[in-house]
């Protein structure tokens, strides 16, 4: 099984700054099976991200992802109020697991 | 618009079994890959289960592999997670999602979710 460890638990940042949320693998998800989820109180989630660096349908440009192998980032370029919220990677490569999240919150 | 509406959930003692399902719309069901995945009360996201739209290819997740079983009808757009031998840490919200095209895919619509609780 391929664990996803993402780093850090919890970011403190004000609206306006960038964040830069990290994903690894504890070994290598192919050609970039990785996705992004964005999840608030009380709702589903909300795919941002596929194949490491493609936004989903609606997705605003603010949002990018990078990395390969066993490396990803997700950077949110200037944070805005409704950003703030929990974040999850999750690698489709072999079967499906998603990281532990990283909550984003208002510092 | 793609819509899923999960039901089924509910109260139900250890050892006990339960049948999820999702009602699918706004969408061709019968193409695509969909998987359940579920939350416990202020835990992250696990993936539970997967199969595909034809219904033939299915996976688990080792937490759930024998006691749990997905299945399709894809005459009644309609996607069932056969829950049995549950235990206390099965109790969680539990999501379907539709994938994309691709064999790998992400989820990317998800319902709102169905709430299972284990307990005595």
């Known amino acids: 099984e391929i664990v996803l460890t993402q780093s850090p638990g919890t970011l403190s940042l004000s609206p306006g700054e960038r964040a830069t949320l990290s994903c690894r693998a504890s070994q290598s998800v192919g050609s970039s099976y990785l996705a992004w989820y964005q999840q608030k109180p009380g709702q589903a989630p909300r795919l941002l991200m596929y194949?490491?660096?493609k936004r989903a349908t609606g997705i605003p440009d603010r949002f990018s992802g990078s990395g390969s192998g066993t490396d990803f980032t997700l950077t949110i370029s200037r944070l805005e109020p409704e950003d703030f919220a929990v974040y999850y990677c999750?690698?489709?490569?072999?079967?499906?697991?998603f990281g532990q999240g990283t909550k984003l919150e208002i510092k | 618009e793609v819509q899923l509406v999960e039901s089924g959930g509910g109260l139900v003692q250890p050892g006990g079994s339960l049948r999820l399902s999702c009602a699918a719309s706004?969408?061709?069901?019968?193409?695509?890959?969909m998987s359940w995945a579920r939350q416990a009360p202020g835990k992250g996201l696990e993936w539970v289960s997967g199969i595909s739209g034809n219904g033939i290819n299915t996976d688990y997740a080792d937490s759930v592999k024998g006691r749990f079983t997905i299945s399709r009808d894809n005459s009644r757009n309609t996607l069932y997670l056969q829950m049995n031998s549950l235990r206390a840490e099965d109790t969680a919200v539990y999501y379907c999602?539709?994938?994309?095209?691709?064999?790998?895919?992400?989820?990317?619509?998800w319902g709102q979710g169905t709430l299972v609780t284990v307990s005595s």
């Open positions: 194949g490491a660096s």
């Open positions: 999602a539709k994938k994309g095209l691709e064999r790998r895919s992400p989820s990317d619509y």
């Open positions: 706004g969408f061709s069901f019968n193409i695509y890959g």
């Open positions: 999750q690698q489709y490569s072999s079967s499906h697991t």
